[in-house]
């Protein structure tokens, strides 16, 4: 039914006639793993409404790929930030994947959990079952890990992950040089505490990228009870007192309405959940209002707490030694890029964004790790942009837990408008001290005397960038950017918490039969990146569907 029902010019007929057990919206990290566990009961029926597309596209499976499909309107939703003031007045690109497999089949494929207290703190906050000791056989049955089944890991799930299948010189002597820091080579990034330098275990089959929908969603498409519908923009939640009972999308220009006699679930990720939310009544009264909207269920939660990774990206120009900057500018290594890819599945195309990953701490200030390093054999002024013709790596530090807090609101209640996205970037001092303090790591550890053959020149921010926090504050503001990984706006937190919207099991606060299940519901941000962070509680919120309606 599911591919029958994308061709279909009957589809609202189709969706009409039916009730469904469960809806989901959203296609994915988390919708593909809610809508493979809730349709392994063949008594339970499943629709699963993607805003995007079929992930029918080459550069959705090269891991390269991530350079074409960030910032096209065929795979990403092209949204932007308000002119950031931490940022000078910048507005930056915010990607979010418009696609089966949502943002899973366009990011940087980095397998990373983050720290164990990042987790036990979501329990200290009294979030019952959140803490790593909870977690941590969740992370095992989501995965299929090269390693295989350990203390740590666990093989036979949906979730492949693999070491990278090209390595480059500049970055083994750049690990090198963290050690000669103190810093350690260690072998994984995720036993629970990730301080350390290593290569970034990535979500990848044998040189492909492994996508939520490809782990998930695919191999179950021809389940009698599954329904995809793919180009369905959900529009608004439909209620009957504060129970809601469906939603009604539009696809092909037709508005359609579905119905569940279970649960739904919202899976379109901290912007596009938040989104539907307010479109349907949900959220600050105030908010709403000034959108033009009627006020059903006040939850001043709604689009606050908006938590990201900002990066400061260094760029060093470097010196007897291969980067990916200029191979690329050579037409015969260009080419030969490709067929090592068709033949054997390595090379460069194999890359994920960043290869080597460093976690270290910006000042003794800190009792774990606070800032990771993303460090790539290239260099380029933003995506989209070609490769810079000098040799040189890109040495980005970030700060992860962030103390400035933003949000996400509509401004009108047109389907297809954009919202305003407010990350408030550097806001705090705390986070301008972090900043500056990453930048000044940056400098010591490109000045190590392992890298001294190769001649480090900082090229971004710039030797004119003196060390005084003054200047290391504004030149955080213009070379920051964030490294996509929104979250916290749909907060999970008990019901005394002003800004929380979802309990510990998911559901709303206030309504019944609705649940958020994605990133939106982190409470605070992980250390690392977040898409395998968002994979955890899909699965987690699926269990928690299914023991609940028993």
């Not at 998930?216 to 939640?237: E, M, Q, S, Y």
């Not at 067929?339 to 460093?358: D, H, K, N, W």
Request: aromatic share 8%.
């Amino acid at each position: 039914m599911a591919n029958k029902l994308n061709k279909n010019n009957n589809i609202r007929d189709e969706i009409d006639s039916q009730s469904f057990d469960y809806i989901v919206v959203g296609a994915g990290t988390a919708g593909c793993i809610l809508a493979n566990q809730l349709s392994q009961n063949p008594k339970n029926k499943v629709l699963l409404i993607e805003a995007g597309g079929p992930d029918n596209w080459i550069w959705f499976h090269i891991p390269v790929g991530y350079l074409f499909a960030i910032g096209n309107p065929r795979s990403d939703w092209m949204f932007k930030t308000v002119a950031e003031k931490g940022l000078n007045g910048r507005s930056l690109a915010y990607p979010r994947g418009k696609v089966i497999g949502g943002s899973s089949a366009i990011n940087a494929m980095i397998a990373m959990r983050g720290q164990a207290q990042d987790y036990d703190s979501w329990r200290q906050e009294g979030l019952v079952g959140w803490g790593w000791d909870d977690l941590l056989p969740v992370f095992k049955d989501l995965e299929d890990h090269f390693l295989g089944e350990t203390e740590h890991h666990g093989v036979g799930g949906g979730w492949r992950v693999e070491p990278p299948r090209i390595s480059w010189k500049i970055l083994d002597v750049i690990a090198d040089a963290a050690e000669g820091m103190g810093i350690e080579k260690i072998a994984d990034f995720n036993t629970g505490d990730n301080e350390g330098t290593c290569y970034f275990h990535v979500n990848q089959q044998q040189g492909r990228r492994w996508s939520s929908a490809r782990g998930f969603l695919k191999p179950v498409l021809d389940r009698p009870n599954l329904t995809l519908v793919t180009g369905g923009l959900a529009d608004r939640l439909n209620f009957e007192g504060k129970r809601v009972t469906g939603i009604t999308f539009e696809k092909n220009g037709q508005k359609i309405t579905a119905k569940a006699s279970g649960e739904v679930v919202l899976s379109s990720g901290s912007v596009g959940s938040i989104q539907l939310l307010q479109r349907s009544g949900i959220g600050p009264s105030e908010w709403l209002k000034s959108a033009g909207i009627d006020v059903f269920h006040a939850l001043e939660g709604v689009g606050r707490n908006l938590q990201d990774h900002l990066q400061q990206r260094a760029i060093y120009k470097v010196a007897n030694t291969k980067t990916l900057n200029e191979t690329y500018h050579n037409l015969v290594k260009r080419a030969w890029m490709g067929v090592e890819y068709a033949l054997f599945r390595r090379g460069p195309l194999t890359m994920a964004p960043s290869q080597l990953g460093i976690f270290t701490r910006s000042s003794e200030d800190y009792d774990r790790a606070n800032i990771e390093f993303h460090v790539q054999p290239l260099s380029l002024d933003k995506f989209g942009d070609p490769l810079h013709r000098f040799p040189a790596v890109t040495v980005s530090a970030c700060n992860l837990r962030p103390t400035s807090r933003g949000s996400i609101r509509i401004l009108d209640d047109d389907i297809r408008s954009h919202p305003e996205i407010a990350p408030n970037y550097l806001a705090t001092a705390e986070d301008q001290q972090v900043a500056c303090d990453a930048i000044r790591v940056t400098r010591r550890l490109m000045q190590q005397q392992a890298l001294k053959p190769f001649q480090p020149q900082e090229h971004l921010p710039g030797n004119q960038v003196g060390d005084d926090h003054d200047a290391l504050v504004k030149a955080a503001g213009d070379i920051g950017t964030t490294i996509f990984h929104p979250v916290g706006t749909a907060k999970m937190g008990r019901g005394t918490d002003p800004v929380a919207v979802v309990d510990e099991r998911l559901r709303v606060h206030g309504l019944d039969g609705l649940r958020v299940i994605d990133a939106s519901v982190m409470p605070t941000i992980t250390s690392g990146n977040t898409n395998t962070p968002t994979a955890m509680i899909a699965m987690k919120g699926s269990k928690m569907i299914l023991e609940d309606s028993r």
